[in-house]
C-alpha cells in the first residue's frame, strides 16, 4: 500500500511537468505518425502516365491495357502539347506510342516507345522496366504467332493476344498486412530515443529527491526501503508505459495508421524496452549520482546507443564490427522483434528477443539498485 501510494505522487509529480509533455506525448505522437503516414501515402499513390498513342494498333492497345495495370494512365490528344506540359512540370511522366508499334512487331522488329521524363526517380525507373518488359513480350508474342502463321491480319494477331492473355499465368498479389511497412524501424526507434528521454528523465527526478532529502524523509516514516524504491521505481514504469498509450492511441486509433503489427505485440515489446531502458537509467544513477552530472551523462548515453542499435538506420548499412556491437544494446532487440512480428513472425520466433530484454531488466537494475536506495545520498 505504502508503495502504491509513493508510486501515485511520483507520476503526479512528472505529469504536473506541463513542459515535459511536449517531449513526452506531443512530439513523439507527431513524429511516429508522420513518417507512417507518409510512407502509407507513397505506398499507395500510383505514378501518373500521360500518353499519346499515334499508333492505335491492337498491338499499342494491349501494351497500354497492361501498363495499365500498375500505373494511372491520363489519355492526351496531341504529342507536342504533351511535351509542352511536361516541360511546364505540369506532367511527370510522358510516353509516346509511335505510328509504326504494331507494324514493327508484326514483322518482327523490337518497336522504340519514347519516354520523357522530368528526372530519374523510382518510378521512373518502374515506368521504364515495365514498358521494355511489355514490348518484349510482345514481340516474342508476334514472333510465335508469325511461326505459327496466325500473324496475317490484326484480326489474327488480336485473337493471338486474347488466347495469350487468358492462358497467361496470373500472379495474385497477397494481403499485405504482413508485410513490414516502410520505416516502421525508423518510427518506432526514434520513438524509443523519446522514452529513454522520458525515463532518464524520471530517474533525475529520483536523483533530486535524494540530494533534498525528500527520499531519506519518507524513510523516516514507517515506509520500508524496498517500498520506496519500487514505489519509485514502479511510478518511472507507470509514467513511461502512459507514454506508450497515448503515442499509440493516437497513432494508431486515432490516426488508424496501420503498423503491420498488432497493437498488443507492439506494446509488449515497447515496454519490455522501457524496463530495460529504465534499469540502464538506474545503473547511470548509480554511477553519476549526482542530478546534474547524471542530466548530461544521460543525453550522451542515449544517442550514440540509439545510432548502433538502429534507431535512424538500417542496421544492414553498418559496418560488420559494429552490428555485432549493436546486440549490446536494448534497442537492437526490440526493434528486430517489432520487424520481425510486422513481417509475419509468430510470438515463439521473438521469444529470445524479450528474454534479453529482460535479462538486460535484471542485468542493469541490480547494478544500479544503489540509485534507488533511501539511504544513499550523493554529495549535491
Not at 500500500?1 to 511536449?22: C, D, E, G, P, Q
Not at 501498363?67 to 491520363?74: A, N, R
Not at 519514347?114 to 508476334?142: F, P
Not at 548499412?317 to 512480428?341: G, H, N
Request: proline share 3%; glycine share 8%; hydrophobic share 50%.
Amino acid at each position: 500500500m505504502n508503495t502504491f501510494h509513493i508510486a501515485r505522487h511520483f507520476i503526479y509529480r512528472l505529469l504536473m511537468n506541463k513542459r515535459s509533455w511536449v517531449f513526452t506525448f506531443i512530439l513523439p505522437s507527431c513524429l511516429v505518425a508522420f513518417i507512417m503516414f507518409q510512407v502509407n501515402v507513397h505506398q499507395e499513390a500510383k505514378p501518373v502516365v500521360a500518353y499519346v498513342d499515334q499508333d492505335g494498333s491492337v498491338w499499342s492497345k494491349a501494351l497500354l491495357k497492361q501498363l495499365g495495370e500498375s500505373f494511372v494512365l491520363s489519355a492526351e490528344s496531341d504529342a507536342g502539347l504533351m511535351e509542352t506540359k511536361l516541360t511546364d512540370r505540369k506532367l511527370s511522366h510522358a510516353l509516346l506510342i509511335p505510328q509504326d508499334y504494331g507494324d514493327r512487331l508484326m514483322a518482327g522488329q523490337m518497336p522504340n516507345v519514347r519516354l520523357m521524363r522530368l528526372g530519374v526517380n523510382e518510378s521512373s525507373v518502374m515506368i521504364q522496366l515495365a514498358l521494355e518488359q511489355r514490348t518484349r513480350e510482345w514481340a516474342a508474342l508476334a514472333s510465335a504467332l508469325a511461326q505459327s502463321g496466325k500473324l496475317d491480319s490484326e484480326a489474327h494477331a488480336e485473337q493471338g493476344i486474347h488466347a495469350y492473355m487468358n492462358n497467361k499465368p496470373v500472379v495474385e498479389k497477397l494481403d499485405n498486412s504482413q508485410k513490414i511497412p516502410v520505416n516502421l524501424r525508423i518510427s518506432m526507434g526514434l520513438f524509443m530515443m523519446f522514452m529513454l528521454m522520458t525515463g532518464l528523465n524520471s530517474i533525475t527526478v529520483m536523483l533530486e529527491d535524494k540530494q533534498k532529502y525528500t527520499m531519506i524523509r519518507t524513510y523516516a516514516a514507517p515506509v520500508r526501503s524496498w517500498e520506496i524504491s519500487v514505489g519509485y521505481f514502479g511510478g518511472a514504469v507507470v509514467y513511461g508505459s502512459i507514454q506508450i498509450g497515448i503515442v499509440l492511441l493516437l497513432t494508431r486509433v486515432l490516426l488508424g495508421i496501420d503498423m503491420g503489427i498488432s497493437g498488443i505485440e507492439q506494446f509488449m515489446f515497447l515496454e519490455l524496452f522501457l524496463w530495460a531502458g529504465l534499469s540502464i537509467g538506474c545503473m547511470l544513477g548509480a554511477l553519476f549520482p549526482s542530478s546534474e552530472a547524471y542530466a548530461q551523462i544521460g543525453f550522451v548515453f542515449v544517442v550514440p546507443t540509439s545510432m548502433l542499435g538502429g534507431c535512424y538506420w538500417p542496421i544492414s548499412i553498418m559496418e560488420p564490427y559494429m552490428q555485432k556491437v549493436s546486440y549490446f544494446v536494448p534497442q537492437r532487440w526490440a526493434l528486430d522483434a517489432i520487424e520481425k512480428l510486422a513481417s509475419g513472425g509468430s510470438m515463439a520466433s521473438v521469444m529470445i528477443h524479450a528474454g534479453v530484454l529482460l535479462l538486460f531488466t535484471i542485468i542493469f537494475l541490480g547494478i544500479g539498485s544503489a540509485a534507488l536506495r533511501p539511504s544513499n545520498r550523493s554529495v549535491a
